[in-house]
């Protein structure tokens, strides 16, 4: 029998790889069977180096599929925060949360304060970090949640789009309370946070004091059970101060007027 060449080793082994869908083995692997070869390292070494490309490149596309499918409004992140700049609750609490031990506990978290003050870009930057950190996270306001759930419900899809959304680690409902709903829509919006209730995180952010809840879901009982069931064992921040997002408007437009 003739004896394969190193060539056709590697061509082999370039074959092997595509047809078990390993790229990284696929495209490194010559280079490092010379980088082996030259440092005299062991079959183990090299084969460990190798596999260690192949894991490292999964692990850098799930984190990019996980935060492309949490469909944040925009990127950002926690190491961009003016942490002096927040209000002092926050600043408080942002070790902890930062932690995301309240997602492993199932716990929620209420940022409730005056606009501009943080509330999103705290709720983004937890969400990005728990996306990097390997949770399942999704972002959407509490406007289009509703609307969504309407129209999964004339469709008949209701039951698969719960289904997601009790699965997923971290649900972002942002903007509670700048739009009312209908009796229908504040119905909805109860039955699905409620089934997160106890088991998954859930961050919401609102510009309204739970006093004012009423004016959102227009009914005393239900306002008293939504109420009752997000703030359980909930961090609750109180984001009111002056706007954190009207100091970064002031600075940029510093930065315009000395160019």
Known sequence: MTLKTQKE?????????KELKLPMIRKHVAEHASEA??????????????????????RESARYNRVRRAAFSQKKYLEDLSVPDLPEDAQKKLKTLKSLDFIREGRNVIFSGNSGTGKTHLSIGLGMKACLEGFKVWFTSVPL??????????????????????????????????ISFDKEGAEQLFTHLSLRAGRKSTIITTNLSFERWGEIFQDEVMTAAMIDRLTHQAHIVNMN?????????????GTQGSG
């Open 145 to 178: 949640l509703v609307n969504q759930i309407k129209e999964t419900r004339a469709e008949n899809t209701l039951r698969n789009f719960q289904s997601r959304f009790e699965k997923y680690d971290l649900v972002i409902a942002d903007e509670m309370g700048y």
């Open 9 to 17: 080793w590697l061509a082999d082994v370039e074959d092997y790889a």
């Open 37 to 58: 070869n030259l440092q005299d390292s062991g079959y183990e070494a090299f084969l460990a180096h190798l596999l260690q490309k192949e894991r490292d490149a999964r």
């Open 241 to 253: 101060g002056s706007s954190y997002r009207m100091k970064e408007t002031k600075e940029w437009l």
